[in-house]
């Protein structure tokens, strides 16, 4: 799924203020990291990832990985987290990011 820029900008806004609900290290993607995280985008819309990873192209790669595992749309990439973004089946307003 692309976004548009205007929307882009928005979740980029909103995600100003979130802090990283996973933390993705030296394991990398397990199984539960990404259970997860699917839970999280299916509870919150747009979420941030962190990553302490060593490398530039592994960290890369795990994020391209994680999002499309979890079906999930990258919104942006700064040093060692990701903004993801996945719309919500049923969107919770209490839980939801984009609606609170």
């Known amino acids: 799924m692309s976004l548009t820029p205007t929307q882009k900008k928005q979740f980029r806004t909103i995600g100003h203020g979130l802090n990283p609900i996973i933390t993705v290290a030296g394991n990398g993607l397990s199984e539960n990291i990404l259970l997860e995280a699917d839970r ?14 060593g490398d530039r192209e592994a960290k890369k790669q795990l994020i391209s990985e994680m999002a499309q595992i979890v079906e999930a749309t990258i919104v942006q ?17 209490k839980l939801s990011n984009l609606l609170r």
Not at 77 to 93: Q, S
């Open 40 to 53: 999280a985008l299916e509870d919150h819309e747009l979420i941030k990832v962190k990553f302490a990873v």
């Open 77 to 93: 990439e700064i040093g060692n987290v990701a903004l993801l973004y996945r719309a919500a089946k049923h969107p919770d307003p």
